[in-house]
């Protein structure tokens, strides 16, 4: 009895710390929407606090499962970019925050082992996308900042610098398909999210630009298509050069 009493005291005391705390490593776990503080923690945690031995979180750990899906949660900006209670300046800023902490973000999980494979596609894969999705509101909010805070939304000026981003963005999606020139440092589980990506953001993408220039997205495409031995990759490529194709026709 004494042995089953100090079992359920041990689990109730791992219960209640999990919460805040793995391991040795503490992430803001309680909170249901991380912010840029959480994020500057959360960071700087994954990025410099796990030994090059030590298994840093990724999704098929049940136990650390939550800090990865915490990291890659698109919720955490949307629930301030969305909100069109708040200022647009105020949630430009956010969103600037948010983009650069991103790209600290990016450089989380992308270990490679001695064979030239990546040790965490999966995960890795998960901060493209959420970067990707981010991206879509980011420009956005650029744009529609550029054109409130313009004397003349219509001039010229204004127009070429919307246009400017537009295409900063589209070659920042396209930076996304040389993904594909490492196809073979990816498990099979990671070619398929890899494709998913394609199938999810890119239709985003153009969706939200229908008559911005993508020739030169359709041309990656295109290479990437002849080059790829992935059956779940080619067939998401031919989905993006034909909508490409077909935004055109509409034009």
């Not at 196809?183 to 494709?195: N, V, Y």
């Not at 992935?230 to 490409?244: A, P, Q, R, W």
């Amino acid at each position: 009895m004494i042995k089953i009493k100090y079992f359920l005291l041990t689990f109730a005391f791992l219960t209640l710390t999990n919460c805040n705390k793995t391991e040795e490593h503490e992430f803001p776990l309680d909170k249901r929407y991380w912010d840029i503080n959480d994020y500057d923690k959360a960071i700087l945690e994954l990025r410099f606090g796990y030994m090059d031995d030590e298994k840093k979180p990724t999704f098929d750990n049940p136990e650390q499962r939550i800090i990865v899906q915490k990291l890659t949660d698109e919720q955490n900006f949307k629930i301030v970019l969305k909100d069109k209670e708040l200022g647009l300046k105020h949630r430009n800023d956010v969103a600037t925050e948010f983009f650069d902490h991103w790209k600290d973000m990016s450089q989380i999980y992308q270990a490679t082992d001695r064979k030239d494979k990546y040790i965490y596609d999966i995960e890795m894969l998960a901060v493209w996308h959420y970067g990707l999705s981010l991206q879509l509101d980011y420009f956005k909010l650029g744009n529609d900042q550029i054109k409130e805070s313009a004397d003349d939304p219509n001039s010229s000026r204004v127009k070429n610098n919307i246009n400017s981003n537009i295409e900063t963005l589209i070659s920042n999606y396209t930076i996304y398909l040389d993904k594909i020139n490492d196809e073979d440092a990816f498990t099979e589980q990671g070619k398929i999210k890899l494709a998913e990506g394609i199938d999810k953001y890119f239709a985003q993408l153009i969706e939200l630009y229908p008559e911005a220039n993508y020739s030169g997205m359709k041309k990656k495409a295109e290479l990437m298509l002849k080059k790829s031995e992935s059956d779940k990759i080619k067939s998401s490529l031919v989905k993006l050069i034909e909508l490409i194709d077909s935004n055109k026709k509409v034009e």
